[in-house]
């Protein structure tokens, strides 16, 4: 086990740059994700500490000692892919033996260092069976072994979950998790899935178009995002936009005047609101922000309605609300008080665009 | 109706799939027949039947060279075939580049340019380098070799590249990743899931150069012969049931290469 440093690591094809001067510091035994859309950059970064990819600029060190420039063969990376990859005309046990027998361990080691890692992965006595016979989520499990019986020094998992279906999602993902920590793994995740990297992750980076928009905990992405971008990608928001006009003071473009945080500079902003930090009914006369809207659409969501709410021509709300069935519950065309306090308006400035 | 007209559709769809089956087997089953005839001159009905033209064949020089020269010529061409046939479909399977369309068509050429083209042509060629190089080309069996792995090449290629496109590149960088370098990732991974195309294309490579003539004719330098060569020739002056028995033992070969390989890779999934 080490750490794992990246140092402004870049990627260039052509003119396109889609990994932009990236640096990260991986902690030992720390399960790190990256989070971001499709095409922003994860995977391209993912295949550069395993050395698939050469950078095109910037560095990376595992502990003390510089990988940059050195093969996937000599990096010690386990690897995990979304397609499993496991080598078909192998048996189980002959493909997670396939790293040891490559580091020259003698037989009789492989073969219990192979059982314990299958051990480790529920599937003892399935060493003599060929990948096909395995289920999917058997087979990742396979992958993961084969992975881990090399004792690599950074673990290195490429959405290992989405080829699975969604029950055993949850499952697996736990399993990786307990394994990871079990065995104090540093571990570099890449995924689209949000909820995914919250539920996994000891901290989150996450990506657009190449670059870390923030890195943190759960609850940093979560209360304090550093951008609109962040607001929006982890957990849901709804933004007003409008104007900083004073400190504390907010005018929306829709001309509803708001209470936000004093530490905001004036100038044109952007409100993100977490749905659930939003008051509905009687109850939000006494918060620092309330206004009167019109209910447009409600979704159930089974223990939770989402209600949206529409203020002005112009601004319109998405609040959550607890179902409960002897609570009252607002229909489409209510007209209903909304309100929340001004410490649930994340204020961003709007780039000059 | 409607059951009526499907059940005939049926019965004419089986017909046409057995007599179009009875077409291209006849003439084997006629060979074979042949080949066991009493008579010299064959002839309906036979007189009686022998094994007398399998002994006539042991005896014919040109034949047992012939069937030697062959089997040397198929042999060689279709290990030489495989050595360019594999790291070119490698790249053709996997790197796009300028052109890479238009050489993956180039290589397969030689299944459609007629026999006696490719002969004539190659011909040409072992002249003028000769004359160029000074080396003994024509007539040797390197040249003769040299031409037949042309006739291979298509095979392999098209059959490797196949069964590459299928490969998932991923098992190859987990490979790496487990501390196996670009040699041992070939081996261990890369060329045991491609076998299946490997072993098909080395098969349909050395059937189509042991039974090929046309270019042979060009190629062979005095007193060397193949095998279809030395049936040519004795055609030329007898029409005994030997020349049958020849043709059965070159089909019982063929169909027990085709067994064989058949027992490692199933022939009707690569192909
Ligand atoms: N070999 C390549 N050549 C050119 N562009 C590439 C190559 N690989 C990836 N890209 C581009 O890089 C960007 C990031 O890709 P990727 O790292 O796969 O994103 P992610 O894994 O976040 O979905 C994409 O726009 C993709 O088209
Ligand atoms: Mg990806």
């Known amino acids: 086990m080490a750490s794992l440093t990246l140092d402004a690591l870049t990627k260039r094809y052509g003119d396109n740059v889609v990994v932009k001067s990236v640096s990260l510091d991986v902690r030992d035994g720390e399960f790190l994700v990256l989070l971001g859309p499709s095409g922003c950059g994860k995977t391209t970064t993912l295949r550069m500490i395993a050395g698939f990819v050469p950078p095109s600029g910037g560095s990376m060190r595992i502990g003390d000692k510089d ?14 892919f979304q397609s499993y990859a496991l080598f078909p005309h192998m048996t189980v046990n002959e493909n997670v033996g396939f790293g040891l027998d490559m580091r020259k361990v003698d037989r009789a080691e492989i073969t219990g260092r192979v059982a314990e890692a299958l051990r480790l992965v529920r599937l003892e006595g399935y060493g003599e069976r060929y990948p096909r016979q395995l289920s ?19 673990l290195l998992l490429d959405e290992p979950l989405s080829n699975l279906d969604a029950k055993l999602r949850l499952e697996v993902r736990l399993e990786i998790r307990a394994l990871q920590q079990q065995l104090g793994l540093t571990t570099v995740m890449v995924t689209h899935d949000q909820e995914e990297a919250l539920t996994m992750a000891d901290r989150l980076v996450v990506m657009s178009d190449g670059a870390v928009r923030q890195v943190g905990t759960q609850s940093d992405l979560y209360e304090r995002p550093a951008d609109l971008f962040v607001a929006d990608f982890v957990g849901r928001s709804t933004m007003i936009s409008g ?6 003071a907010f005018r929306s473009d829709g001309g509803l005047s708001l209470s936000c945080q004093p530490s905001a500079a004036a100038g044109p902003a952007t409100i993100a609101l977490r749905p659930e930090r939003l008051t509905l009914g009687a109850a939000a006369q006494g918060l620092a922000n309330h206004a009167t809207g019109k ?26 609300i607890p179902n409960r069935s002897d609570g009252h519950v607002p229909a489409v065309g209510d007209t209903i008080e909304v309100g929340w306090p001004a410490s649930a308006c994340l204020v961003f400035p709007r780039e000059a665009a | 109706m409607m059951a009526d007209g499907r059940l005939l559709g049926r019965v004419a769809l089986y017909g046409v799939a ?35 033209w399998f002994g006539a064949i042991a005896g014919n020089r040109n034949f047992v060279t012939g069937f030697t020269t062959s089997l040397q010529v198929a042999v060689a061409a279709t290990l030489i075939g495989l050595l360019i046939a594999v790291p070119a479909s490698l790249i053709l399977a996997r790197r796009q580049f300028a052109g890479s369309a238009v050489l993956n068509q180039f290589l397969l050429l030689p299944l459609v340019v007629p026999g006696v083209v ?79 195309g490997v072993v098909a294309g080395a098969l349909f490579g050395f059937v189509t150069s042991f039974g090929n003539l046309e270019m042979s004719l060009f190629l062979v330098g005095p007193g060397r012969v193949t095998l279809p060569i030395a049936i040519l020739q004795y055609l030329e002056w007898k029409i005994d049931p030997t020349v049958a028995a020849v043709s059965v033992l070159q089909i019982l070969l063929i169909a027990v290469a085709m067994i064989i390989t058949d027992r490692y890779v199933k022939l009707a999934r690569v192909v």
């Open chain 1, 136 to 154: 999917g989520g058997q087979q990742q499990r396979v992958a993961l072994a084969r992975a881990l019986v090399i004792r690599p020094d950074v």
């Open chain 2, 18 to 52: 057995w007599l179009t089956l009875a077409f291209i087997l006849m003439p084997l089953v006629f060979v074979t027949w042949l080949a066991f005839f009493a008579q010299e001159i064959p002839s309906f009905p036979p007189e009686g039947y022998s094994l007398k």
């Open chain 1, 243 to 248: 104007a900083v006009t004073a400190p504390g």
């Open chain 2, 118 to 196: 490719m002969g004539t042509s190659i011909y040409v060629f072992q002249i003028e380098t000769e004359i160029a190089t000074g080396l003994p080309i024509l007539g040797s069996l390197g040249g003769l070799v040299a031409g037949h792995t042309l006739l291979v090449i298509p095979w392999t290629v098209r059959l490797v590249t196949a069964s590459l496109t299928g490969l998932d590149r991923a098992a190859e960088e987990a490979a790496q990743s487990l501390g196996a370098n670009q040699w041992t990732t070939f081996f261990r991974v890369t060329l045991p899931a491609i076998r299946p």
């Open chain 1, 295 to 320: 209910v447009t659409f409600v979704s159930y969501l089974g223990a939770l309605l989402d209600v949206h709410v529409r203020l002005n021509d112009t601004d319109h709300v998405v609040v959550q």
């Open chain 1, 67 to 80: 990988i940059t420039t050195l093969p996937p063969w000599k990096r010690n990376a386990g690897l995990v």
